[in-house]
């Protein structure tokens, strides 16, 4: 753990004005003033070994727009083809107006299924039947956030939940990278995009032990990082929690609607719910993490105790690693905007039935993948 005089990191954030939003603040000394907002200061480079200061989620400036932003809807959906080169290196290709699935399938004892081919897989789209335009069947890398529950209610389980996270980094492909988010009522960017296990350690190590849980906007926020710096082309977030939300500002249908409307990625949920005081909330968290799960084409897994924890996560990186991914041009033009449906279903005569989990549906939009945004940065007292 850090000591009482760190800084905190970069909260996650938006900034509103047009479509740009942002989530990471470059690094401050510990201490600063908050900056005016009429005159920002240039950013210092960012040292992700220390805590940096940040502005919270309840105000304009955070990473979450107001519950009833809608974020405007671009005349065309980038797609992007995966190929290796003779190096062995992945190339991110874009392909105009192509929509990329990640798929997982299983059987009738929820087994995964390996080895199948295009020709095995069906697409349809608001109920129209789409052609295949490319399809991967490999373990390709991922760049994933890893989220973890920060309110007080965590205390006794902080030190598994940081194990869980870094099995499932140990558990991936080498390739893969990775940044870590605290949140409580306020999320916190505590390590940046890196494929380096000491830095990702140090993230896991900021624990406050205090505050609410506002989930939706971590999430929302999270996705949003992962859609502007992701470097893999397949994107993964994993939620480590042991409540329901309880102070966001987004409701859980618009944080699945931004991860929707920002084309990924899939969520996979840890509800650490086993010694909950209460019914109810444990419930409610189930309810919660089930539907961002599952509306994204992940899963959410709810360990009978701490012993349970290991199998669990050998379990995600076996699914991350083993997604087929699907590519479709779609006979509905992308200016005609709204939410599309997806369904995809598979068949194998070695199979009875097959179970293909992807996202329910995507919302026609470009994502940039690199952007340009101003900067503010504030104090955060400990």
């Known amino acids: 753990m850090l000591d009482m005089a760190s800084v905190r990191s970069i909260v996650c954030r938006w900034v509103v004005p047009a479509a740009a939003f942002l989530l990471v603040a470059p ?19 960012v040292d992700y070994t220390q805590r940096q200061v940040q502005p919270p989620l309840d105000v304009d400036r955070d990473p979450i727009p107001s519950p009833d932003y809608e974020a405007p809807i671009a005349p065309q959906v980038p797609g ?5 080169a003779n190096n062995n290196l992945y190339t991110l290709q ?51 956030g890893i ?32 940044f870590i988010v605290n949140f409580s009522q306020r999320a916190y960017l505590d ?11 140090a993230g896991l190590a900021h624990f406050d032990d205090r505050g609410m849980t506002a989930l939706y906007d971590a999430v929302a926020a999270s996705a949003d990082e992962l859609a502007r710096h992701a470097t893999q082309p397949k994107q993964v977030l994993l939620i480590i929690t042991d409540g329901a939300d309880d102070a966001s500002r987004l409701t859980l249908q618009q944080a699945v609607q931004r991860v929707q409307r920002l084309g990924g990625p899939v969520v996979y949920s840890i509800g650490l719910l086993y010694d909950s005081i209460s019914r109810e909330d444990a419930d409610n ?9 599952n509306q994204t084409g992940g899963l959410a897994f709810f360990p009978a105790s701490p012993d349970d924890i290991d199998r669990v996560v050998a379990q995600i990186a076996l699914d991350i690693r083993n997604q087929y ?19 995809v279903e598979a068949h194998d005569r070695h199979y009875r039935n097959l179970i293909v989990r992807t996202t329910t549906g995507y919302y026609p939009r470009q994502i940039p993948q690199m952007h340009e945004a101003a900067q503010v940065v504030e104090s955060h007292s400990q």
């Open 191 to 201: 390590t940046a995009l890196t494929s380096n296990v000491e830095d990702l350690k």
């Open 325 to 343: 991914t699907i590519g479709y041009h779609p006979t509905h033009p992308p200016s005609l905007g709204g939410f599309r449906t997806v369904r």
């Open 27 to 45: 690094a401050i000394p510990a201490g600063a003033q908050t900056l005016p907002p009429q005159a920002p200061q240039p950013a210092p480079s």
């Open 285 to 293: 968290a189930r309810s919660d993490l089930e539907t961002l799960s």
């Open 147 to 178: 989220l973890v529950d920060d309110s007080g209610s965590m205390i006794g389980k902080r030190d598994t939940a940081n194990q869980a996270a870094l099995d499932l980094i140990s558990d991936s492909n080498p390739e893969d990278n990775a």
């Open 94 to 144: 874009e392909n105009v107006n192509e929509v990329l699935l990640n798929c997982t399938v299983v059987d009738n004892r929820n087994r995964l299924v390996k080895g199948l081919k295009q020709r095995d897989f069906q697409v349809w789209e608001d109920g129209v039947p789409q052609a295949i335009a490319s399809f991967v069947a490999q373990d390709v890398p991922v760049s994933m």
């Open 80 to 84: 992007k083809a995966l190929s290796k």
